[in-house]
């Protein structure tokens, strides 16, 4: 039966080209945004590490390129550069909101609220409901979990975590509970400075050689660790449209890449929710973008 053989050996092979173009096309379709998780690893890597930092009342042209901050202006050359990154409101604490909610949750001021005031989604409860770790490292914070408005150069209107009741209050660490072993970080964290070391009551060079006294060594272990450093700021001085420095740096950041896009707060959190594969999105950060056009390939 050689015509049958022949018949068969041809039909197989077509099914088999088949096959393939049909994997093809929904790796294609997956790659385009078809499934959130493909969607997220084609367009953000996935650092074991994140942590951000961030500073306070300072526009990008008051320290990108200043010499004041000869740090910062290293991270950025070594790291990814947001030319057009905004803030999203005024006074501070309504934007350490935004970053960390995706919603201002209806603070309008830097007054003290009462803690766990909302059970509103944000980037902390989503890592923990899916499993990840979390932590904040608070400068002066005066000891771990401790929900007091003010104490010395701390104040918590930085520190928007607190505000709620999905977040464990002992995920806040101070400052000196930050590990000299970066690998036992939490896979996201952010750190917040007290009012000088973060610009608001000292020079933009006191927190420039705060962030590379404290940070420099993290900055330096990400580069060869698959992690990344975040620094940027709440606010400009509300003399730039609230145009702000933000800087990405990292193993997986390309060196010396610049983005002219236009991003605000709620990217920067649609990102990392994107980078540690959270399929839910706090409040704005649902219709908002991944920051791109960075990343190493």
């Not at 400052?175 to 000088?196: E, H, I, M």
Request: with cysteine; glycine share 8%; charged share 10%.
């Amino acid at each position: 039966m050689p015509g049958s053989s022949l018949l068969g050996r041809s039909r197989g092979k077509a099914l088999a080209s088949a096959l393939a173009l049909t994997v093809a096309a929904a790796g294609s379709w997956l790659a385009l945004g078809g499934g959130s998780p493909a969607h997220a690893a084609a367009t953000v890597p996935t650092p074991d590490h994140t942590v951000v930092v961030v500073f306070e009342n300072h526009a990008y042209s008051q320290v990108i390129g200043s010499s004041s901050a000869p740090y910062i202006n290293s991270l950025k050359t070594g790291g990814a550069n947001l030319t057009a990154s905004y803030a999203e409101t005024h006074p501070s604490q309504p934007n350490y909101f935004a970053l960390f909610s995706g919603s201002t949750q209806g603070i309008t001021d830097d007054s003290c609220y009462t803690p766990g005031f909302s059970s509103a989604p944000n980037l902390a409860s989503e890592l923990i409901a899916a499993g990840k770790t979390w932590g904040s490292y608070n400068e002066t914070l005066p000891s771990q979990g401790s929900t007091t408005c003010s104490s010395g150069d701390y104040a918590r209107k930085h520190n928007p975590w607190f505000g709620f009741s999905n977040v464990p209050t002992s995920s806040a660490k101070t400052f000196a509970q930050f590990p000299t072993d970066y690998a036992t970080l939490p896979q996201v964290s952010f750190v917040v400075p007290n009012l000088c070391s973060d610009m608001h009551d000292c020079s933009v060079a006191t927190g420039d050689t705060w962030l590379k006294n404290k940070l420099g060594a993290y900055a330096t272990w990400a580069k060869t660790h698959n992690s990344l450093l975040v620094v940027t700021f709440d606010e400009d001085n509300r003399l730039s449209g609230n145009k702000i420095p933000t800087v990405l740096y990292g193993q997986q950041v390309t060196p010396g890449a610049t983005s002219s896009t236009t991003y605000n707060h709620y990217d920067l959190l649609r990102t990392l929710e994107d980078m540690h594969g959270l399929t839910s999105h706090a409040g704005n950060a649902a219709s908002a973008k991944d920051i791109t056009g960075i990343w190493a390939s």
